[in-house]
């Protein structure tokens, strides 16, 4: 499954290079879990409401998500740092 990143998104993945990059490796997984099971595993999984109805999140960290969409074959990364 192809992976997508919207700008600000692409930004915060990148900034993880040098300011942490335990959690890159993180994301990394969480990533290839995604695209694996989308809707179940790692970084506990939870469909967002509301005005992100269609979004998903799972944990980076306490403080972090990982905001995403499978849309067309494809996951699409909305958000990789900070909570919603």
């Known amino acids: 499954m192809k992976v997508v990143f919207s ?3 692409w ?3 990148t900034s993880w290079t040098t300011a942490d990059p335990k959690i890159l ?3 990394n997984r969480l990533i ?4 694996r099971t989308p809707f179940e595993g790692a970084g506990k999984p939870e469909p967002l409401k509301e005005n992100l109805s269609g979004w998903w999140s799972r944990r980076i960290t306490d403080e972090h998500r ?3 969409r499978i849309k067309d074959e494809a996951v699409e990364i909305a958000q990789a740092r900070y909570h919603y």
């Open 32 to 35: 290839q879990e995604i695209q």
């Open 25 to 27: 490796k993180r994301i």
């Open 7 to 9: 700008g600000r998104a």
């Open 11 to 13: 930004d915060q993945y």
């Open 66 to 68: 990982l905001v995403y």
